[in-house]
């Protein structure tokens, strides 16, 4: 059974760091692209950072500078770390998996929150 379980949410002060975590079973992990959404009330999900199964990482304008995606694949783990959180950061946060060799072969995780508040 596949699953991506994420972790590491939670509610902090504009300017402070969190660390979310997705671990990834049930398939091979290192033939998956892996990235972060995130969808705020109201709003449309929106990609927010890529690590290709090379490695290579692409974030969005919005968080570049700020957030950094990172992959462990002996620990099927995608990691995004996040810094000068902003209270517009505030969303769900989804990890999701992508094959790089089926087509629509993809995951979603339940999604963790992440509120920026003061």
């Known amino acids: 059974q596949v699953q991506l379980v994420e972790s590491g949410g939670g509610l902090v002060q504009p300017g402070e760091s969190l660390r979310l975590s997705c671990v990834g079973s049930?398939?091979?992990?290192?033939?998956?692209?892996m990235s972060w959404f995130r969808q705020a009330p109201g709003e449309e999900r929106e990609l927010v950072a890529t690590?290709?199964?090379?490695?290579?990482?692409n974030v969005a304008h919005s968080v570049e500078g700020r957030f950094t995606i990172s992959r462990d694949n002996a620990k099927n783990t995608v990691f995004l770390q996040m810094s000068s959180l902003k209270p517009e950061d505030t969303a769900v946060y989804y990890c999701?998996?992508?094959?790089?060799?089926?087509?629509?072969?993809?995951?979603w995780g339940q999604g963790t929150q992440v509120t920026v508040s003061s």
């Open positions: 999701h998996a992508d094959s790089i060799y089926l087509q629509n072969n993809e995951y």
């Open positions: 049930g398939f091979t992990f290192s033939n998956y692209r």
């Open positions: 690590v290709t199964s090379g490695g290579n990482t």
